[in-house]
Structure formats: structure tokens, C-alpha cells
């Protein structure tokens, strides 16, 4: 589902990612570890197009992504969560969910809403789902951050950090929602430092060290 072909990319200088290669399949779980500064972040970052990579191919769902032009096209393949969750404060639950479907993809309004209760659902916050982010808890953001990803169906799936600001509890709720989305068939690729939950999770792991996979 995903394929990352001699990724490279610099920023000056600096070379940050040096050919790096690797593949994920349909309903997978695999987990970039490695210390601050070693590229996985910028990995992620490329894949989803937040950042152009000098050259190389990103494959998702056996479309090729060369450029930046080519990730515009392809965007809606590949989902985001955030370490930091990037909610929209002055928008509810449901409208933070809905809001790409009907803005970016041009869903009927009905369609969407449907479509974020049966997810709100999955993620045990229907009762949420008139709340605003400030009404909630660390893990009840990210599991919103995880609903709204999933509104757009993607076929990739990417978490930067997801359990870095979560208690046990919280970390236990998003792993069980990680492994539901793998059953469906998501392909999933997760940044994390916690080594715990990367041997709980995991069907792979890729040790990363200045750029360069190492493991």
C-alpha cells in the first residue's frame, strides 16, 4: 500500500534522509523509532507533502508521487495525526470532522455527518460530539484527531507521537482503535519514542540513525 523508493532529502547542506526505502502493507502497523534528529519526523512529513523531498518515489495504493504536484493530486490517500492533534478550537467535534469531507471533497453535508457519528462511534466519543476541544482531555483530542483523519477514508494512515502526552488509559483506548483500523486493511506508519507501545503495536519496526535505515 505504501513504498518509499531512495527517499532523499537536505535541507542546505545537511542531508537529512539518505536513500531510504521501505514498504508497508495493507492492514500493517509499522513503526519508525530512532533518536531526535534522525529523519523520522521529515519522513512523515514527506510522505503526507508537508515537506518537497530532493528525490526518490513515494508509492500510495500504486500511485506514484514524484513532486510536490503529485502529492496534491494524491492527498486524500494518505491521512494525518498530529502530534500536537492541530484541532480547529472555535469548531466542535463534528465540525471538525466534517469539514474536510464537505470542504475539500465535496461530500453532501448529510452524507459526512452520517459518516463522523459512525466514526465517533469507533472511537468511543459519541457522546463528544458537540463538545469543543477545550472541553476536552489530552486522550479524547487525539482519538478526534484520529476520527477526522479517518473521514477521508485514507489508505495510509500516519502518526507522528500518538501516545507522547497520554496517560495508560488513553494510550490503551488509541492502540485498540490502531488495531481496528488495521483489521479493516488501513496501512498505518507511526513515529513514537515509546519503545513499549512501538513492541505492542507493531507488525514492523525500522530503526532510523542520521538519515540512514539502520535495522
Not at 539518505?18 to 533518536?35: M, Q, Y
Not at 459526512?112 to 489530552?138: N, Q, R, T, W
Not at 507521537?161 to 490503551?172: K, W
Amino acid at each position: 500500500m505504501l513504498k518509499v523508493r531512495r527517499l532523499n532529502k537536505s535541507f542546505g547542506d545537511t542531508k537529512v534522509l539518505k536513500d531510504i526505502s521501505f514498504e508497508i502493507e495493507s492492514g500493517e502497523v509499522c513503526v519508525l523509532l530512532g533518536k531526535s534528529g534522525a529523519g523520522k519526523t521529515t519522513i512523515l512529513r514527506c510522505i503526507n507533502g508537508l515537506e518537497e523531498f530532493d528525490n526518490g518515489e513515494i508509492i500510495v495504493d500504486n500511485c506514484i508521487i514524484k513532486d510536490k504536484n503529485h502529492i496534491a493530486k494524491y492527498r486524500d490517500k494518505i491521512g494525518m495525526v498530529f502530534q500536537n492533534f492541530n484541532l480547529f478550537p472555535h469548531m466542535s467535534v463534528l465540525e471538525n470532522i466534517v469539514a474536510a469531507p464537505v470542504n475539500v471533497l465535496k461530500i453532501p453535508r448529510e452524507e459526512a455527518i452520517k459518516k463522523a457519528k459512525d466514526i465517533l462511534k469507533i472511537v468511543d466519543l459519541e457522546d463528544k460530539i458537540d463538545a469543543y476541544p477545550f472541553e476536552l482531555s489530552g486522550g479524547q483530542k487525539q482519538r478526534v484527531a484520529i476520527a477526522r483523519a479517518c473521514a477521508l477514508t485514507p489508505k495510509v494512515l500516519c502518526f507522528d507521537e500518538p501516545t507522547s502526552a497520554l496517560d495508560v488509559e488513553s494510550i490503551e483506548k488509541v492502540s485498540s482503535i490502531i488495531k481496528d483500523l488495521r483489521s479493516n486493511g488501513m496501512a498505518i506508519l507511526i513515529i513514537t519514542h515509546d519503545i513499549g507501545f512501538a513492541n505492542t503495536i507493531s507488525d514492523k519496526i525500522i530503526n532510523i540513525n542520521e538519515g540512514i535505515i539502520t535495522e
